[in-house]
């Protein structure tokens, strides 16, 4: 069983940066896909980045292309989304996913959650 752990929210004024980190207890994310989705208030939960490590698959929505950055440590146990030059449009609960099954942008494909961190981003 996979427990994903996200860390790393928080307050920002626009412009500024943040790296929320998702660390997985059970196995590592070889092999696996992850990714980023969030859900701003009143709106449903949305995609925003995600990668498979052993074949470089990566796709990010057009809304941050850019601006943020999904990456994986070493270890493959902890992933990683650097969001740079922040916006209001970006506040939202940011969630972690991962998925052994086929490339996805759907959360429906994604068998293992985070908790969800808050992002607020003031202008």
């Known amino acids: 069983q996979v427990q994903l752990v996200e860390s790393g929210g928080g307050s920002v004024q626009a412009g500024g940066s943040l790296r929320l980190s998702c660390a997985a207890s059970g196995r590592t994310f070889s092999g696996y896909n992850m990714a980023w989705f969030r859900q701003a208030p009143g709106k449903e939960r949305e995609f925003v980045t995600a990668f498979r490590w052993s074949s470089g698959w990566i796709q990010y929505a057009d809304s941050v292309k850019g601006r943020f950055t999904i990456s994986m440590d070493n270890s493959k146990t902890t992933f990683y989304l650097q969001m740079n030059s922040l916006k209001p449009e970006d506040t939202a609960v940011y969630y972690c996913?991962?998925?052994?099954?086929?490339?996805?942008?759907?959360?429906?494909?994604?068998?293992?959650w985070g908790q969800g961190t808050q992002v607020t981003v003031s202008s």
């Open positions: 996913a991962a998925s052994a099954g086929t490339y996805s942008r759907f959360e429906y494909e994604y068998d293992y």
